[in-house]
């Protein structure tokens, strides 16, 4: 017999992991049951008459329930994947089924499930079983394993081998999907999950769910730093998270649920692993009762939405709640949509969208115990205490968003005893406070009550990476012909020099360049050929996201000329200044479903959305594979713009691609960075600026002795005013408001700022009333702006880069163009290859140094698209510079370069407080790590636990230096150089 098999290691492992007092064994051959049979009915009528007073009564009862029982199998005989048989057999098993049998043969509700009990294993009786035969017809089937509760095989799994490389938990889940569930599909009617395993990792999926939707299990890590599990342990941890009898009937009664796809066809979903623990959290935090908020960061694509409803349904069925509200809040009209799209289809009950602010008062007014969704802007005119009880709970979608403003506020104020949990799809930086503040809690880690982050969800295939193909537009503008024609105009005019200067500084900004018809037309024609070469043949479909919806029209009648028309639409919001013309492309709700609905379809022609600010929020088409971005974005709102394309759409998709055609990238960058020592501060410091509130408004409002602010109208404003008429008091005035607005900003939506805000109002409508306005350049402007236009648009030629054409960059290169001896090098491909090079090495000061060198001559010639003769001089002298660094990197042992980035690293921790001798903590890395490293270590569990270990002890316990981020960038430096 083999030492290892998948028998004897990963079969065997998962079976004595679960088996318990409460969980027996029973090898599949002495089941009592014939292998034709899917229940154990002997078990099934045991529970029936435990856990019914009224069939205990009358055990022949049981029967009864058993026939409809196998009525519901039998159906299922040649219904391969039997969602709907499972959906209804479900609904058995968790208590929302009846029959006849009360005294005067009223309906009672029969149980075959305790749920009462969930955590005492021995409230039902549980068996695990290994090798389990299955007959239907002529076809046997043998499943590795099984797991039953009162005679029901909830859970089926299949091992693999865990030796051979050749099987993966891929192998076993198409054995379960592909053969199981088409060969023997009655067997999988009470099926609550299945899962599969090779030994190395764990994947559970529905009945039904292709294979490729399967999830992984992960716990969170309570050490940071501790190495990364593998092998069985990865498999441990999963078998405890999902196979206890708690945690499997949680997945059948909260966490599992149906809807119809696409095609309207039913599905089964199930909760992944992030949905389920961020779930218990606030199921958790709600019952504690202490904490009355938290905040979750789940990455967009991830299924927040999904989270909401299984929150909702398990928050429902609370019984410590009594019934509780559960108000669902979003900040736009088209995730309210998506949102009761996605509550609706999965039939949770008690489900209200709210039409109207009145109908929400009323309805929070009323007490009403129900699912509630509504939009932030509903609280705008809610006045004081709109329903006072403890058992509310609100769950805030993108909530770095939604407490903008006085809405916030109001929220607070009508359910001042509510339980509030913020959740946003966006990592949350330095500049979003008010999300930590107004949702995160001390308490939580990192401000986090549920993180689940952009790599977290590549790793688990919960979404794509995201690829950038850079296609940045050239601008050349013709200045001597501009400006010829500019002077005529300021001279037919009788311009100042002032207006001039208005006008030229306007006509010249991003806005004008980038609507420039001659652009739009030459980036729609790229649009038009990547499209047609790189994504449609592929079977996928894109999105152009515009600058403004002139833009969008723009670029619909330039598709149209190289595409049919019927290939592109437009959507985009209604606004009263529309030309009626743009009426077709502002659909309503009905009408953009149809959009939707016609975009996700793979057979459908419309290939290509253009939009400008509808469908980057909320918009879910996993078809969705490349979006050209032609609009500056920044930060959240091109996060989510971006993530639209990172939906998993099996089997092909595997990046979702960004065409850039504005050099957006570093934004993305930016939009991604997260500090939690400035988070965790940010929580603990309300109080203090809660305290400055006041003092603040005080400073404010004595520039304003003796004035009535109960006075309105022209009077009161002639009053203020003239208290601050001199501009030394206006300007001492702006900058007291200035800290009154800034901390106002940084507290909304405390409920205590409701005390300060009529005065607040006050000094605002003050403050705007002094402010002055730029009334000639905007009249100038209103006269002349697109007559400007017109002839700057006259004057501009863009060219689109093409090609993947790449310059070798070396010495004898480098010296050729400074010397003018070569031409053919464009500087755009100079300014890549010096970008390239310096990436290689980032953790070495001197390339930094360069690299940082590279961005400031970035933003010195940003202005003019970095064409003139200085950029080009400049650059060179950069490539220079990087080359010659490399050749004096190489001519360095590799340990030495190591010991140059150490000792930059902790020269820069040397402090007064920190007076650590900065070579001997150096010298003594280098000598750890040469003593435990070996050829090839980085690459090996074993080798990177050695070092991590010895790195540890070396800078925690020898130099005290207990910094998590110093010893994660010294051990980067490690693995690179050693």
């Not at 603040?696 to 004595?702: D, G, P, S, V, Y």
């Not at 607040?760 to 002349?784: C, F, M, N, Q």
């Not at 402090?911 to 090996?940: C, H, K, L, Y």
């Amino acid at each position: 017999m083999a030492l290892f098999n998948e028998g004897n290691t990963v079969r065997d492992f998962v079976r004595d992991l679960v088996t318990s007092p409460d969980v027996q064994f029973v090898a599949g051959n002495e089941l009592p049951r014939r292998a034709d049979e899917v229940l154990l009915e002997g078990a099934v009528k045991t529970a029936l008459i435990r856990l019914n007073p009224e069939i205990a009564a009358d055990p022949a009862k049981a029967d009864e329930v058993i026939y409809n029982l196998r009525a519901i199998l039998i159906s299922a005989r040649t219904s391969p994947h039997p969602v709907v048989a499972n959906e209804e057999f479900v609904a058995w098993l968790t208590g929302q089924k009846s029959m006849p049998f009360g005294p005067t043969g009223e309906h009672i509700t029969v149980r075959l499930i305790d749920f009462d009990q969930l955590y005492d294993d021995s409230s039902n009786h549980w068996v695990v079983s290994t090798e389990v035969p299955m007959q239907q017809g002529r076809v046997g089937k043998r499943f590795d394993f099984v797991l039953w509760c009162n005679g029901f095989p909830l859970v089926v799994g299949e091992a693999k081998t865990p030796i051979r490389s050749a099987y993966t938990w891929i192998d076993g889940a198409a054995q379960v999907h592909d053969d199981y569930e088409q060969s023997v599909p009655q067997f999988f009617v009470p099926n609550v999950f299945s899962f599969a395993t090779e030994g190395k990792d764990f994947r559970y999926g529905t009945v039904g769910m292709p294979v490729e939707l399967w999830g992984p299990w992960r716990d969170d890590e309570s050490d940071p730093d501790a190495p990364a599990k593998v092998g069985l342990e990865v498999v441990k941890d999963a078998v405890n998270g999902v196979l206890k009898p708690a945690a499997v009937l949680d997945f059948l009664r909260y966490f599992t649920i149906y809807a119809s796809d696409k095609k309207h066809r039913k599905i089964k979903i199930i909760a992944r692993f992030q949905q389920f623990q961020g779930t218990n959290l606030i199921v958790q935090r709600v019952l504690h009762g202490k904490i009355k908020q938290g905040l979750i960061w789940h990455f967009q694509g991830s299924g927040k939405s999904l989270l909401m409803v299984f929150s909702a349904l398990k928050l429902r069925a609370m019984a410590e709640l009594t019934n509780p509200t559960i108000l669902i809040v979003v900040d736009r009209i088209d995730l309210d949509t998506q949102i009761t799209g996605t509550f609706n289809a999965s039939d949770v009950p008690g489900l209200v969208s709210t039409d109207s602010r009145k109908e929400l008062q009323t309805l929070l007014s009323q007490g009403a115990r129900k699912v509630i969704i509504t939009t932030i802007h509903k609280f705008g005119e809610a006045d004081g205490v709109l329903d006072d009880r403890q058992n509310i709970i609100a769950m805030v979608d993108e909530a770095h968003r939604s407490q903008e403003g006085d809405y916030g506020q109001k929220m607070r104020e009508a359910l001042p005893n509510a339980f509030l949990f913020g959740l946003t799809g966006t990592p949350i930086n330095k500049r979003d406070r008010n999300t930590f503040m107004w949702f995160g809690s001390a308490e939580d880690e990192g401000g986090y009550l549920s993180r689940y982050s952009f790599q977290d969800s590549i790793r688990d295939g919960a979404t794509l990476p995201l690829h950038f193909e850079p296609r940045l537009s050239e601008i050349h503008l013709d200045q001597e012909k501009i400006d010829a024609a500019f002077e005529e105009l300021a001279a037919d005019r009788n311009l100042t020099e002032s207006e001039k200067i208005t006008l030229s500084k306007k006509a010249a900004s991003i806005e004008v360049l980038i609507k420039a018809p001659d652009r739009i037309r030459q980036v729609a024609a790229d649009v038009v050929e990547h499209f047609s070469a790189k994504v449609e043949p592929e079977g996928f479909k894109a999105q152009l996201v515009a600058y403004d919806k002139a833009s969008c029209v723009a670029y619909k009648e330039a598709l149209d000329t190289m595409l049919p028309f019927e290939a592109s639409t437009i959507v985009m919001s209604k606004s009263r200044t529309d030309p009626p013309s743009w009426s077709a492309w502002t659909p309503g709700a009905d009408e953009l479903e149809q959009v939707v609905a016609r975009f996700n379809d793979p057979a459908d022609p419309l290939k290509i959305i253009i939009v400008t600010a509808k469908l980057l929020t909320g918009f879910d088409a996993p078809i969705l594979q490349t979006q050209y971005l032609d609009k500056p974005l920044k930060e959240h709102t091109l996060l989510q713009a971006i993530t639209r394309t990172n939906r998993v759409y099996p089997p092909n998709k595997t990046h979702g691609l960004i065409v850039d055609y504005l050099g957006i990238f570093d934004d993305v960058a930016k939009s991604l960075a997260f500090d939690e020592t400035a988070v965790q501060q940010v929580i603990s410091n309300i109080a203090e600026l809660k305290n400055q509130l006041a003092p603040a408004m005080a400073t404010a409002i004595a520039f304003f002795p003796g004035v009535d602010r109960s006075i309105g109208g022209y009077e009161g404003l002639i009053q203020a005013q003239a208290a601050i008429a001199d501009d030394v008091t206006k300007d001492a005035f702006g900058s007291a408001y200035s800290v009154v607005s800034q901390l106002w900003e940084a507290l909304s939506p405390d409920p205590m700022l409701k005390s300060f805000r009529d005065d607040y109002k006050w000094l605002t409508d003050v403050y705007e009333s002094v402010r002055p306005a730029d009334i000639t350049g905007r009249l100038v402007w209103h006269a002349l702006g697109a007559k400007t236009i017109e002839l700057i648009n006259e004057n501009i030629q863009v060219e689109i880069p093409q090609g993947d054409e790449t310059v070798v960059l070396d010495a004898q290169t480098i010296e050729d163009l400074m010397a003018g001896a070569r031409k053919d090098v464009p500087v755009e491909q100079i300014e890549k290859q010096i970008t390239a090079r310096i990436a290689r090495h980032l953790n070495n000061p001197v390339f930094i140094e360069l690299g940082q060198r590279l961005n400031a001559l970035r933003e010195k010639y940003a202005d003019i698209q970095q064409s003139s003769l200085d950029f080009l001089r400049e650059l060179l002298d950069l490539a220079k510079d990087t080359v010659a660094a490399e050749k004096a990197e190489e001519e360095v042992p590799r340990e030495e370069r190591g010991k140059a980035a150490l000792t930059e690293l902790f020269d820069a921790l040397k402090g007064d407080e920190t007076p650590i001798i900065v070579s001997n903590v150096v010298d003594r890395i280098d000598e750890v790590v040469r003593a435990v490293r070996f050829v090839g270590w980085q690459s090996t569990i074993a080798g990177d636990q050695e070092v991590r270990k010895a790195l540890r002890q070396t800078l925690y316990v020898q130099f005290k230096i207990r910094d998590g981020d110093v010893y994660e960038r010294a051990l980067g430096y490690v693995r690179e150089y050693y």
